[in-house]
């Protein structure tokens, strides 16, 4: 069974999912009930395409990463937004703003890679120098390869 949030307009009151409704993630903000709290979530880029020939590996993915010495961790310093959308991360980002934004009064997580994202893990791999050896390879001009992410995110971001 759904909850639904009333919406009264001039016209007739209108029932949404209570998901959806803005304000509840509003309210939680401004209390700071979503300090110090963050998201996890995965993502799996298609291979990079062979068209796509950039002096760095990582630019043919789509994103520009650094390592985060406290943590075992890479920080997403730049994605691709390049109209083209050639890149896996832009593909990627592209696909996550549609499933998000279905309608007027339907929204969802966007799990869209953006700057400030920590990259947890890469194809299993949780050492920045792993990670990073991981990504290079899945970049490679002459065999790409899928590559999987899990991503660490704050809630309030």
Known sequence: KHQFCERHT????SRQRA?????????LRQRGDLQG????????????????????????LGMEVKRDDPSSRLVVEG?????????????????????ADRGENEHHQNLAIKAGDRIKA?????????MIG???AAADGVSPRIV???VSRDISN
């Open 10 to 13: 001039s016209a007739m009151p």
């Open 19 to 27: 998901s959806s409704c803005p304000s509840q993630a509003n309210l």
């Open 37 to 60: 709290t963050s998201a996890r979530f995965n993502v799996q880029l298609n291979k990079p395409s062979p068209a796509i020939i950039r002096a760095e590996p990582l630019h043919r």
């Open 79 to 99: 994605i691709d937004n390049h109209p083209r959308h050639r890149t896996p991360v832009a593909q990627w980002n592209i696909m996550e703003e549609r499933q």
């Open 122 to 130: 890469v194809n299993d791999a949780n050492s920045n120098t792993l």
């Open 134 to 136: 991981a990504l290079e």
């Open 148 to 150: 999987n992410l899990e």
